[in-house]
């Protein structure tokens, strides 16, 4: 027979472990309770999110939020954006200081089955790299007793390490907190490179005095999935994020667009059409949410070639191609589930 002791300290553990259980599987219903999603970001960074001149967030990261916002409430500005470091963002989650995290944060099996959160479904493929001053080295193992600037809590950090250790290459790491932190010291020349994934590097060029003399390298040293996390132990909010996530991509494959979705949900026989755009109810019935949930995103937000469009299109400063962001049927990476 366990001792009182014992028992008393199970029946606690019992207690907490149903309790925090409860709280999580009420996110979707704290949200609305709130009238708000709080969601987290990057501490800025062009074409994921940096605020405008007149301080107002832009970038993909910040428009999935909004996008979100309109699946809950059929309302982008009811998100609230905390803006979190890379050594701050999972804590911040775990603590419930946000409600879900997009920003830029690589899906991997260790944060997978060891933080406690859970992520979600991919929706951007990059890849580790370089950035140098214009002329300096032609590829990275030229690189010898170079100083790089890294940002510390990011995947980052020992892909720079396992690549210089498999060339038996020493390299000089200098961290840093936050991405604009290290694009500072590169432009200073406290570093001779800043290492990270190749579009974040694309959004830091695009926002430098003279663009023209800093080069990204072309080798790629990773696979860098980003996904939205949540806390674990939430089936139902895990759903809503997940399929809201792929309804941005299913309507960039059916066509359906923010200028023609309330022509296609008023005249379209396609059955898939039809259920994305809440004409027949399943979807939205089976999330819990407003039948006209993805065509409310869509016509707020657009799809996702839409919004990938206004953060690195050729209309944009950085204008960064598709590339693995590229729909599977035009040689991408992305795929919608079938949302049936």
């Not at 432009?187 to 800093?214: E, H, I, N, Y």
């Not at 923010?258 to 755009?277: H, V």
């Not at 819990?288 to 016509?299: E, F, G, Q």
Request: include cysteine.
């Amino acid at each position: 027979m366990l001792g009182r002791g014992i028992m008393a300290a199970a029946a606690l553990a019992c207690a907490l472990f149903s309790t925090t259980t409860a709280r999580a599987q009420q996110t979707l219903e704290a949200i609305k309770a709130r009238g708000q999603l709080v969601c987290g970001i990057g501490t800025g960074v062009a074409g994921f999110g940096l605020p405008d001149s007149r301080g107002v967030w832009q970038g993909m990261d910040v428009d999935l939020c909004r996008g979100l916002a309109v699946a809950i409430f059929n309302d982008p500005a009811k998100v609230r954006f905390v803006p979190l470091s890379s050594s701050t963002r999972f804590t911040a989650l775990g603590a419930g200081e946000v409600d879900v995290l997009f920003r830029t944060s690589t899906q991997t099996m260790l944060r997978d089955v060891t933080l406690g959160l859970r992520h979600v479904v991919t929706y951007f493929y990059d890849g580790h790299g370089f950035i140098v001053r214009a002329g300096s080295v032609a590829k990275v193992s030229e690189m010898r007793d170079a100083t790089i600037c890294l940002v510390q809590g990011t995947t980052n950090e020992q892909v720079t390490a396992d690549y210089f250790r498999s060339i038996n290459t020493p390299f000089r790491p200098v961290l840093f907190e936050r991405t604009d932190q290290a694009a500072a010291a590169l432009q200073a020349g406290r570093c001779d490179s800043f290492g990270t994934d190749a579009s974040q590097l694309a959004g830091v060029r695009s926002t430098m005095p003279k663009p023209a003399d800093w080069t990204i390298l072309p080798e790629r040293f990773s696979k860098e999935p980003y996904g939205a996390y949540i806390r674990r132990d939430d089936q139902q909010w895990f759903d809503v994020v997940r399929w809201y996530t792929t309804a941005l991509i299913e309507a960039e494959e059916q066509g359906v667009t923010q200028a023609n979705a309330e022509e296609m949900r008023r005249t379209s026989t396609n059955p898939n059409t039809r259920r994305l755009l809440g004409v027949t109810p399943e979807l939205g019935e089976a999330l819990k949410l407003d039948r006209a949930w993805a065509y409310n995103i869509i016509r707020a937000m657009g799809n996702y070639g839409e919004i990938y469009d206004r953060s690195w299109g050729p209309e944009t400063q950085i204008n960064l191609p598709r590339g693995p962001n590229e729909l599977w049927t035009r040689g991408g990476l992305v795929y919608a589930l079938p949302m049936r």
